[in-house]
């Protein structure tokens, strides 16, 4: 990475620490410059608006997401290992964020303030569906799901799970969401596998 | 109602839905002074800090949880009638809220921010789990659960579906997400009710 790149992921990496810790409205090109140290007319003349800053956190946020729960998942075994890679990643991932996941907060911070923010939100969880719907496709393809499988339905209740899982960890700080998270995949799995996937040899 | 009071539930619910559109934290004495069009002084008089504002406004949001949620269901009977009141009730309370769940989305915001909200929420995010597993239990006692049914396992799914339902609705507006529901919940309530009871007598 040149100098510049190297600034601005400090910069970025510091704004989506804040956005766990305040909010993602809570991160002004101020609060940035103060935790930066840097100046604030340099920040400002970068990005224009405290909205910009908000996109490029978000922006930052999904190729982070992207590199460390979705690329590694694609290099596991297609069908059952690749889902719950998936999800050891996500869960991996949420719990090294300062607030959890970024997403599942600022989207429903940003559910009734329309504007730039809330349309990358949404663009954002749709391609996170998207993409647990491809991951439940290779289990389709590799014979594990029934082929008649409601992925829609899959992704909805799976993607329930992890909001779920994010809430106990942060919030609740269960010490047994590890078991109920086992039991919660293994029950989900089962209604989509072929009665011949022994579920035991995965999970 | 005295004026008295009358006053102070139109201070708070203008409170709570500042809070649906900002964020909890995006509630202060100013802007509540500037919406509801009283007095600054007068607000910061009665409330004396925005966290103690913050308090009031959760506790508000309690006590109407409370009454919209879940006394209606204690009066319908006890059992699988009971749980799904206990969710429609959930859906209608959080639909009508600007923002979706007040819990759910003060919750994200205030995981990282140790304090008497975050305290608050926490308790009260217990009870609700706990309100959650009473209602199950009337399930066992009325012969529909199997009686070593995992109460704290079911609360744990049936929560993180009303995550994804509050997401689907508030972020996503999903237009299936109704259908989504039904089967989520059917699948879940099968795995916990003894072979005798016909599901579809009550879905």
Partial sequence: MSKGE???VFILDTGLTLAGEHGLEGVSIGLLAKVTGMSKSGLFAHFNSKENLQLAILSYAAEDFLQQVIVPATKVTRGIPRILALVDNWVSWSDNMSGGCIFASAGTEFSERPGKVRDLLFKQQQLWLNSIVRVAESAISENYFNDKADLDQFAFELYSFLLGINSYRQMLHDPEIE?????????????????EVKLENYL
Same sequence: chains 1, 2.
């Fill in 6 to 8: 190297k600034t601005k």
């Fill in 179 to 195: 078991i109920k998270k086992e039991k919660a995949l293994l029950s989900l799995l089962s209604r989509y596998v072929k009665p």
